[in-house]
């Protein structure tokens, strides 16, 4: 109950798109189209990261610098748009899986 006595109704959840769901959708939608091929050749898959939900106006030089903050960056590839509508995906690849691991925590 608010102060008034009012009962408190349940945040509104409707229309909001759950994160694990839309990542989901852009995973099989990367793997259908053998997009994970994309990774540099003689780099771990394991060092590169999926990164969706970004906003669609993101270039693939601001996704790299970001992420430079926390490890090298070999590489940025941006995925089609229509993998995942309007949000934007990129593949980052960094130097090894170590400093993937450092970007996930």
């Not at 959708?25 to 060092?47: I, M, N, R, S």
């Not at 941006?78 to 993937?100: E, H, Q, W, Y």
């Amino acid at each position: 109950l608010t102060p008034t006595g009012v009962p408190m109704s349940a945040p509104a959840t409707e229309g909001l798109l759950d994160p694990d769901a839309e990542a989901d959708k852009v995973l099989a939608a990367v793997v259908e189209e053998d997009l994970v091929a994309a990774v540099p050749q003689g780099f771990d898959p394991q060092a590169t990261l999926l990164v969706a939900n970004l906003p669609s106006s993101v270039t693939s030089m601001e996704v790299g610098s970001f992420f430079s903050w926390y490890a090298p960056v070999v590489r940025v590839e941006r995925l089609p748009k229509s993998m995942n509508g309007a949000d934007a995906s990129c593949l980052v690849s960094f130097v090894d899986t170590a400093s993937a691991e450092k970007v996930l925590r």
